[in-house]
């Protein structure tokens, strides 16, 4: 059976191809030093430490030092580099769902994020 097969005498258009970063907010990348609970109704399942790689106004992408199953509920605390006043240490608190994880690195769409001054524990953590 024969196919014929006409060429489009009509108006080309141009193919546009999406390259790059898509992502609407900003990446930073800042390696610092986390603490991560993986939580089920407010009942802690795992915890561990690890380092973020970058972060954004709605995500974190972070060392684990495991996989992570995607769509759990995440807590990370994040030794922030900069002190309240010059002089009390903050923690970036963020909670949000895991939208990929694998050996290296998991990232999570954060859902809510508040600063809070550190204690000694996060003293030496940074230190």
Do not use: N
């Not at 610092?32 to 974190?60: A, F, N, P, Q, Y």
């Not at 990232?107 to 001054?117: L, Q, S």
């Amino acid at each position: 059976m024969a196919v014929s097969m006409k060429a489009w005498s009509g108006p080309q258009e141009k193919l546009v191809v999406i390259g790059g970063d898509r992502r609407t907010d900003r990446r930073y990348e800042l390696e610092l030093d986390v603490r991560w609970k993986l939580m089920h109704r407010r009942k802690v399942l795992e915890s561990g430490t690890g380092r973020t790689r970058d972060l954004s106004s709605h995500g974190i992408l972070f060392e684990a030092g495991r996989g992570i199953p995607a769509g759990s509920q995440i807590e990370a605390a994040i030794a922030w580099p900069a002190r309240l006043h010059g002089v009390a240490p903050l923690k970036l608190l963020a909670v949000g769902r895991v939208v990929r994880s694998d050996l290296g690195c998991t990232a999570i769409r954060v859902e809510r994020h508040e600063f809070r001054t550190a204690g000694a524990a996060a003293l030496q953590l940074a230190g």
